[in-house]
């Protein structure tokens, strides 16, 4: 069975979301183990669902700020990341 592609909206926030953590933890990234990044990236996962749909509303909304919704939400994601990162 083929899982279709990943949707552009979702790619691209999730590598916003990402280069934040990276920019803002980096000595704490390139210290972790895998594990601890991949709790960190399940952390951000867990809150996308929410964020994307934020984005969305946001977006329907207010057209004029949709960009400003979207780096909004890259922050969000990438808080659920720090947070973890920071707690270990």
């Not at 964020?51 to 780096?71: M, Y």
Request: charged letters at 25%.
């Amino acid at each position: 069975m083929n899982n279709p592609a990943p949707d552009t909206l979702a790619v691209k926030l999730a590598e916003a979301a990402m280069a934040v953590l990276v920019r803002a933890c980096r000595d704490e990234v390139a210290s972790a183990s895998n594990t601890e990044l991949e709790a960190a990236c399940a952390s951000m996962r867990t809150r996308a669902k929410l964020v994307v749909n934020q984005l969305l509303d946001d977006a329907r909304d207010a057209p004029w700020i949709a960009e400003t919704a979207f780096h909004a939400a890259a922050l969000e994601l990438a808080e659920a990341g720090i947070s973890s990162l920071r707690r270990r």
